[in-house]
C-alpha cells in the first residue's frame, strides 16, 4: 500500500547502544521529519528535509543524525541512546514546505 | 518554550456532552491545524484554516481562527465515543518559523457511554 511506513514499531535497547529508525514514504514528497512526542510536551520536531542529501535541525536534535541520500527513506539514528531518549518517534512528509503533513505509525523506543 | 498552549490537557466526558478546546499563543500564525490521533497511530489531520476569523465545520466539530490568527478552537457537539482521542493544534508561525510546524501540548478527550 502507498503511504508512509516506519519502522521497527517497537524497539527496546540499551543505554550507548546506536540504534537506527527507518522510515519511508511512497509519495515522493520532497518534505520529510522526524518527531518525539513525550507526555506534556506534545511532538517536537527533531530533523527535516527538504530533499534528498538536504536536512536541517529541529527543535531537538542532540543526540540524533538523519540521512536522505533516496527521496523516499530518512533514517533517524540514535548513535549512543540515553534514557532520556525513551519516547515515541514520527515520523511525517508533506509535498511541500508548509502543506499538510502525512504521519506515519510511530516507533516506542525503550531505552534501558 | 511552549509556544502553542492547549486547555484542558484532559477531558471525560459522556456521551452526548458539548465540548470546547482551546490553543493559545502569544505568536501569530499563518495558518493553524487541528489534527487527531488514536492510541498506536500516528496524527491525522482534520481540519487547517488560514484566515482569521474562519470556520470550518467538519459534522459535529467546528473550529474556529482567531481573528488576530493567535488562537483556535475546536468544539464537539454531541460527543461520541469514537470522539475518544489526542486532540492535537498545530501552526505555522508567521515570521521566523521557517517551515516548521509548532504543535501544542495535547487535549486527551475521553467520552464515556
Known amino acids: 500500500d502507498a503511504g508512509i511506513t516506519q519502522s521497527p514499531r517497537y524497539k527496546i535497547t540499551e543505554t550507548g547502544r546506536q540504534v537506527t529508525l527507518m522510515c519511508h514514504q511512497t509519495w515522493s514528497h520532497s518534505y520529510m521529519f522526524w518527531y518525539r512526542q513525550d507526555l506534556g510536551h506534545g511532538l517536537r520536531l527533531i530533523y527535516y528535509?527538504?530533499?534528498?542529501?538536504?536536512?536541517d535541525k529541529g527543535e531537538v536534535p542532540d543526540g540524533y543524525v538523519v540521512s536522505r541520500s533516496k527521496t523516499e527513506n530518512f533514517p533517524l539514528t540514535l548513535e549512543s541512546a540515553t534514557r532520556s531518549q525513551t519516547s515515541v518517534y514520527f515520523c511525517?512528509?508533506?509535498?511541500?514546505?508548509?502543506?499538510?503533513?502525512?504521519f506515519g505509525p510511530g516507533t516506542r523506543l525503550l531505552v534501558l | 518554550t511552549q509556544l502553542l498552549e492547549q486547555s484542558p490537557q484532559f477531558l471525560s466526558i459522556q456521551e452526548g456532552e458539548n465540548l470546547t478546546v482551546y490553543c493559545n499563543s502569544s505568536s501569530v500564525f499563518s495558518s493553524l491545524q487541528w489534527y487527531r490521533q488514536e492510541p498506536g497511530e500516528g496524527p491525522v489531520l482534520l481540519v487547517t484554516?488560514?484566515?482569521?476569523?474562519e470556520v470550518k465545520k467538519l459534522k459535529r466539530l467546528t473550529f474556529q481562527f482567531g481573528d488576530a490568527r493567535k488562537d483556535s478552537s475546536l468544539h464537539i457537539t454531541a460527543a461520541q465515543p469514537g470522539d475518544t482521542g489526542l486532540y492535537l493544534c498545530?501552526?505555522?508561525?508567521?515570521?521566523?518559523?521557517?517551515?516548521?510546524?509548532?504543535f501544542g501540548t495535547g487535549t486527551q478527550l475521553k467520552v464515556e457511554l
Open positions: 484554516v488560514v484566515t482569521g476569523g
Open positions: 528535509s527538504a530533499a534528498a542529501d538536504i536536512t
Open positions: 511525517a512528509s508533506s509535498e511541500q514546505k508548509r502543506e499538510t503533513q502525512y
Open positions: 498545530a501552526g505555522f508561525i508567521l515570521t521566523g518559523g521557517g517551515n516548521k510546524l509548532t
